[in-house]
Each structure stands twice: as C-alpha cells, then as structure tokens.
C-alpha cells in the first residue's frame, strides 16, 4: 500500500512539474493583451468613463489580427497602439494576437475566419508574395495605392521594395518594420583568437572555414529545417548578381541554368562546414553556439542582434559583430512584417486609421525601436535606435533591396514549401543533381514558371 | 414496429445522424476535395479523377520517403513491443515479489502524452557530440561505452527513423505488457500442469503451449499498436521538428494543406491514411464480430 501511494505522489508530482512547465509560456501574453486594450483609458481622459465591463460598440472597434504576442514585439505593439489610441481617440483597438512560432498557429486561425466570412480590420502578414500569392489571388485584400498616395509613402520608401509588394501595380500592404536576412554574425575578439578574418567571398570562407575546421571550431553554426532555407537563399545571393536572383522568383532566370548549380555547388561545400547536430537546434541554440565559443560564425536574419543583446553582449568590438554574407555587400536582403485591409473589412475607417499609423514616422520609431527592427520609412528617428540598427538603416537608403525566400518576400507559400521540400530531400540523400531537378520541377508546378 | 423499437431507434436517432454528418459525411467530402484541384484559399472542384493519388504515389520522393518511414518506424515499434512486451509480461507471471509495484512502473510511461515524450527523449538524444555532448551519450561517454555513443535519429536515412521507435517503445511497452499479462492469467493452471506431467520442460512449455494460446493478445497489440503507429505524428513533430528525412504521411498532410495550401494533396494523403488504417482494423472488427456471434 505504501508503495502505491508513493507512486501516486510521484505520478502527481510530476504532473504537476509537467503544468508549470507548459503554464510558463502561457501568461506572456496576458498582460500585454490587457495593457493594450485598456491603453485607451491611460491616454484618453474621456476613456476613464468607459465601463470596463461593456465590450466596445461595434462602430469603433479596430480589431487587428498580429502574432506579435511576447517579449519586444507585443511591447512594441502596445507603443505603437498608444500613438493610434493619440491619433484617433474615436476608435478603441481590440487587440486579436494569435500566439505560436512565426505565425503558423495564427495563420491557420485567420484562414478559418476568412473562410467563414469574418475577418479581422486588419491583419499582419509578410509583406511580399506570401500575402499576395495566399490572399491576394483568392480577392481579399483591398489595393492601397490611395493611401500611399494621400500620405506620400513612395516618397519615404524605398523605390525598389514597391513592385515587390505590389502585383499588377496594385499596392496591396503597410510594411511597418523591415529586417535584413544576409547577416554574417560574429563576435569579433573571439575571431581575433581563433586567427580569422570575416570572409567577404564564398571562397574566403572555405579558407576561413578550414582553419576553424583545423582547430576543432564549428566553422558555421545552424540549425532547424527553414534556417537551411534562410542560408540557402543568402548563397543563392551570394553566388549571383541581384538581377539575377530575382529573376528567379518572376521565371526569367531559369532555375536549370549554370547560375544555380553554381549555388547549389556552394551550398553543398558550406554545409559541411556546419555542424551535424543542426536539425536539433532552433535558430537561437544556433546563435548560441557562437556566444559560447563552439561556432565562428552564424547566418541569421538581425533579429540576432535582439538574442545577442538578451545574452548581455553589446554591438560592436568586445560584443557581437555583422557583415554581410560572403558574396552579398551592397545588398539588403529583406523581409518586413506589414498591414493589410481585407475587402469588406469590419469598420473600414477604422482600420484604414490603423494603416494611416503603421505607415506613418511616429508609429514605426515607436513600435521598431523596441522591436529591434529599422522602420520601413527611410526618414526615421537617428537618435531612437542602436548601433547595430543604425547601421541598417543606413543600408537601407543606400544598399541594392532585394527579398527574402525563407520570409515570404519573394516566393508565395505554395511555392515555398515545394522548395523547402526540395532542401530535405536533398539533406536526406546529398544529390545535388536531384536537388536542382526538383528546384526546377517546384518552379513549374508552384512557382512562376 | 413495436413501441419499443420506435423508442430504440428514436434513442439512437440523433447520435445517428451527427455520426452520419461528422465522420461519414466529412470522409465523403474528404474523398471529393482529394479529387479536386482546390489549391489555395479559394475551394475548387473541378474533378480531376485519381491524378492527386497517382502524382502522390508514382512521382512524390517526399510521400516514398514517409511511407519508408513509416514501415521501419512500425517495424521497430511493433516487433518492440511484443518482444518486450511479452518478456516483462512472462516475467511478471512468474509471481515476483511486488509484481504491482512493477506493473505500475511499466505501464506508468502511458500515463504521458506523445509530445512529453518527444521532449523529454529529444534531450537524451541529443546528437551533438565533443564538448557539447549531453543525453544518453554523455552518459555513454562517462560510463566508459564509448562505442555507444551515436548520432541516434540523426544517423543517416533510412536507419535514424529506427531511433524514433525506442521513445515510442518506451511509451507503449507496458500497454503491449499488460494485454499479454492479461493473456497469460486467463491460460487455465490445467493446462501448464497438463503439459508438465507430460515431461514439456519451462521452455517447452511456454513455445509450445502457452505462446500459441496468446495469439488473440498478439493480434490485439498489432491491431492497436498498428494504427498508432501508422498515424504517428506527436513524437516526431516533439522530437524532430519537421525534418523530410523523418517525415511520416501524416506530417505531409499537414505541412503541404495548411503551409502550401494544398488542399487536395492533403487530403489525398489523408485518405490514404485512412484505407491504411481501415486495411488493418477492419478484419480485426469482423473477427471479433463472427467471434462473438460464435459465442
């Protein structure tokens, strides 16, 4: 009997162990979401009347649909819902964030809404083919070219990124932030020690990498499946011009060409300098592995720079260090989170309102600098953000723009997962031959081919 | 018809018609979609025949791939279990002391979910070797067994698949376990007595007799492991991620419908699933019926 029961306390124990685990992620969000709804009553002294209780009326409510649920992001949110809630006192913001990895779980929760005829004022998504070739093509995102207009938005973004949120010369999203996806992150003191320099070439690299190799450094930290895919589309980069590189995603360059087997020849050369565990690491254990000495380098989109600045390292000589990746300076390759407005938007004013902010100078420099991201407009505040970031801002007036594959810029979500597909078939068995005939087969049956 | 049978068939009636709509209906409309062309948010169906299947099963490496999978995973799984199963099982017959106490500990691993399970089993096969060694191969590596010490899941394909099975063995050993206990305790005493008076030593005993006998039990483990381990998804979507080289059917379905929205692929593989759950369960159902009709 005894026995039994001690069974019983173990059993529950680790039940219990088991709760507290999985309650840890869950209260993330729940602050943030009552801060941001009652963030009304904070700047508004009419809003102190408001009865709690009494659920907005249905007139008013600006219901915006975001992944954006923890840490940064969702304060960065709630910044920019304070310069709305500023703006424009006569609508209250309801925030409809969905938690869960980059937005796969609120993805599926807005595709069930649109199917059932209920969708959100407005809602998040990757600027670029991944909302157009999902939303766009199925008729239910509204053209914007108006609002770009009536606030002079071509004038403050860069020319390059409008065809690539444009189809058909429709300008269908707000880009709000932007990140830079070729990153070479390191941290530079640690380089000095292992004897290297940062590579600005492919064949740079192999040099470096076979020093590391010789000192029993990692010379490449990665990690799960679509960080495979975000190294893929930076040597892509690297190995052709930008011209080049976006013919592939609207068919003029033909993905059998000798431009691709090139990369795909690269590719192949570079894994083998990353290590083996990789499938087993999210893209911050990846990072990680170059804090804490085991990797030289790690390819990764400047959110880095936020997990960097998380592990207490600062930018710059003694912290962490960027450059672009081998073969890639002079270019940004981007990817931005934006708004959009659905047709038949619940309170169409409203969530025009929210797209007039997302756009506008004060709402990008209130939600980017906590973000750690660079607003998409070129005339935001020097003085709000960090070294790193200024940086990137100043690449972002200057560089050639080209999108990101692995983000949504370039490649709709069909097509995308035919090429990711691609990469594990070609992880699992190392043809590259067979790699570039399914590239070229995902193309044709997904893609503009 | 009598007032009884009215009230009987008013009783079942509602429970009828929502099993009608929602798994019938649903396997019907399924069945429709796979036949479609419904890629994208917008639904679609022109009808375009078996095409779906045939793209699937003649020029899809990714489906080849799951499929594989799938049979070195059941493999594994399957043939664990019972093994183990009916060891342990065997063993607990043989009236050891604190026999409860050893049920409990066996059995205790179902009481967790798939996904507890991935979690848990992918730190201790964590691959990464050197000093950032950790799991079982840091364990491995102290105790000397160096030889031991391996890339588990990660090993290349179609070998790493084996590695999934030993969480799910973990898991579902003790359920194979206790069916064969089951099994064991309803074997009369005659009979063993029978075949001892006979001259059958233990090991006779057990080929000869007692195994035999057990056949219902080992059918049932196959029947109920089998579909769990044809549908697996949980453990590997915890402990891989989504790797194709340890993709299943199921893990396809759901990355090619609500990634790449391909409605009709997904629901092709979907179906598949299905007749290859239905190829095991229903003989099994059918048995038991004409069984119990028997009886």
């Known amino acids: 009997m005894r026995i039994r029961c001690g069974i019983a306390l173990l059993a529950a124990g680790s039940l219990l162990l088991a709760a507290t685990a999985c309650a840890e992620e869950e209260p993330v969000d729940e602050p943030v979401a009552d801060e941001v709804v009652d963030a009304p009553e904070l700047d508004d002294p009419e809003a102190a009347e408001y009865d709690v209780m009494e659920p907005p009326a249905e007139g008013d409510a600006v219901e915006v649909f975001t992944w954006w649920t923890a840490g940064g992001e969702a304060e960065g949110l709630a910044a920019m819902v304070e310069v709305f809630n500023a703006e424009y006192p006569e609508y209250t913001f309801v925030n409809a964030a969905v938690a869960g990895g980059a937005g796969t779980a609120a993805r599926a929760v807005l595709a069930s809404r649109l199917a059932a005829g209920d969708p959100p004022s407005s809602w998040q998504g990757h600027a670029g083919a991944e909302l157009i070739g999902t939303y766009v093509v199925a008729g239910q995102l509204e053209p914007l070219n108006f609002l770009f207009e009536e606030e002079g938005w071509l004038d403050v973004l860069p020319e390059a990124i409008i065809p690539q949120i444009s189809e058909d010369g429709n300008i269908y999203s707000v880009p709000v932030n932007i990140h830079r996806a070729n990153i070479l992150w390191h941290l530079p003191e640690q380089l000095d020690e292992f004897g290297v320099e940062v590579p600005t070439t492919w064949e740079e690299f192999f040099t470096v990498a076979d020093e590391l190799d010789a000192q029993g450094v990692i010379p490449l930290a990665l990690g799960e499946a679509w960080t495979v895919m975000h190294l893929f589309e930076t040597v892509l980069l690297g190995t052709m011009d930008v011209a080049t590189y976006d013919g592939l995603w609207d068919g003029t360059t033909d993905w059998s060409g000798p431009e691709v087997a090139e990369a795909i020849e690269v590719f192949d050369r570079v894994l083998e300098y990353t290590n083996p565990d990789a499938p087993t690491l999210s893209w911050d254990q990846a990072t990680q592995l170059v804090i804490d000495g085991d990797a030289a380098f790690n390819i990764m989109g400047d959110w880095a720079a936020g997990y960097f600045g998380a592990q207490g390292l600062e930018p710059g000589e003694g912290g962490y260090g960027w450059a672009p990746v081998p073969g890639t300076d002079g270019v940004f390759q981007w990817l931005s989170d934006s708004f959009v407005l659905p047709v038949d938007a619940h309170n169409r004013d409203g969530a025009i309102a929210w797209l007039r902010v997302a756009g506008s100078r004060e709402g990008q420099d209130a939600f980017n600098p906590i973000k750690g991201s660079i607003p998409a407009r070129t005339d935001g505040d020097r003085s709000l953000y960090d070294e790193y970031l200024l940086s990137a801002m100043e690449d972002w007036e200057t560089d050639e723009v080209t999108g990101s594959l692995a983000h949504g810029t370039v490649a709709s979500d069909a097509f995308k997962s035919e090429i990711d597909t691609s990469i594990g078939l070609y992880l699992s068995d190392g043809d590259t031959a067979a790699f570039q005939d399914a590239l070229v087969s995902a193309c044709t049956s997904a893609g503009p081919c | ?295």
Not at chain 2, 144 to 169: K, R, S, T
Not at chain 2, 252 to 277: C, E, H, K, P, Q
Request: proline fraction near 5%; glycine fraction near 8%.
């Open chain 2, 1 to 295: 018809m009598s007032r009884d049978r009215l009230t009987a068939a008013a009783m079942i009636a509602p429970s009828v018609i929502l099993v009608g709509i929602f798994v019938y209906g649903f396997i019907a409309w399924s069945a429709r979609v796979s036949m479609s062309d419904w890629q994208g948010l917008i639904p679609s169906y022109n009808f375009v025949g078996l095409e779906n299947f045939t793209q699937l099963i003649l020029h899809d490496r990714r489906f080849f791939i799951g499929i594989r999978n799938t049979g070195v995973f059941s493999l594994v799984f399957l043939g664990g279990a019972i093994v183990l199963g009916l060891l342990l099982a065997i063993m607990l017959d043989r009236k050891l002391p604190a026999e409860g106490f050893f049920r409990s500990v066996f059995l205790f691993p179902m009481a967790v979910s798939f996904i507890v399970t991935g979690v848990a089993w992918r730190w201790l096969m964590n691959p990464a070797l050197g000093s950032r060694m950790s799991g079982l191969n840091l364990l491995f590596d102290r105790l000397g067994l160096d030889f031991l010490v391996n890339q588990w899941h990660m090993n290349p394909p179609p070998w790493g698949m084996a590695f999934i099975g030993i969480p799910a063995l973990w898991q579902m050993t003790g359920f194979a376990m206790a069916l064969f206990l089951a099994g064991l305790r309803s074997i009369p005493e005659d009979l063993r007595e029978a075949a001892r008076v006979d001259g059958a030593s233990e090991f006779q005993l057990y080929r000869r007799v007692i195994i035999p006998l057990l056949r219902p039990a080992v059918l049932s483990v196959v029947i109920i492991l089998g579909h769990i381990s044809l549908k697996i998804f949980d453990l590997i979507i915890a402990m891989t991620g989504r790797q194709v080289a340890l993709d299943v059917p199921a893990i396809y379905m759901w990355t090619t419908t609500f990634d790449a929205n391909n409605f009709n692929r997904g629901a092709a593989i979907g179906l598949l699933l299905l007749v290859s759950v239905a190829i095991l369960v229903v003989p099994y159902l059918w048995y038991s019926r004409r069984q119990e009709a028997e009886l």
